[in-house]
């Protein structure tokens, strides 16, 4: 998308004359500058254009499920469907080597979101959910290699094994499963989501952490390779 031509104009106003104008004028351009942007990136969500006009910093999310440090240098936000064939081979095939090799050494910190892709994998907000309280009870690596390994013809005697298996205290997960709260939260990370502009997955973001943020951050859409992670997270290490 073309950036706005009265932005633009701005920006131009901007950095030609600043050395006549005093820092008032100057706080007052740069706060229509990021007021232009918010509105130019609101239109852009609501025609499906957000991977156009993507922020400089993408929040990290309080909602989001930690894996490894939260004080690593290097952050990779995670956005995966439960039934998506490409999550799972990214999972089965990638995660361990990456984890052993960055995230059990600090080097990354993973934040975890849901894109459930309702559409096509229908059961794939449940499973969302269902990942969600066994995380409650600080089972969530265990219990979504399960749920890939069950995909989306999951029954519900399946969903009594994933109990039994980890342990999980019954009523607390179903407490949990009817909770309309915990439902919200897959339901704003994949607002989140939209805003970012995704529409597919798995989807990865590997930024710098800075402060409750990352910047400097790079895409990797698909099942990449470990080779392709690795040499995103150096490119971003050494980022200025």
Known sequence: MKKLFVLASIMGVLSGCASTQDSSEITALKNEIAELKKVQRQVAIKVGLAELVRPDKIELSSEGIWIGSE?????????????????????????????????????????????????????????????????????????????????????????????????????????????TKTHNLVTNSLNDAIALGLGSTPVFIIGKKDGNYITNYEFVMGAKSFEDFTAVIERVKSSK
């Open 71 to 179: 004080s690593a240098d290097v952050v990779m936000l995670e956005f995966t469907d439960l039934h998506c064939p490409y999550c799972k081979k990214f999972q089965k095939e990638t995660w361990p080597k990456l984890k052993e090799q960055f995230v059990d050494t600090n080097q990354l910190g993973v934040l975890a979101r849901e894109l459930p892709l309702s559409n096509i994998h229908p059961k794939a907000p449940y499973a969302a959910v269902m990942l969600r309280c066994a995380n409650q009870q600080d089972k969530y690596e265990a219990v979504k290699e399960q749920l890939f390994d069950l995909g989306s013809a999951i029954t519900d005697p399946d969903i009594a094994n994933v109990i039994k298996e980890n342990q999980l205290d019954e009523e607390q997960f179903n407490t949990c499963l009817a909770d």
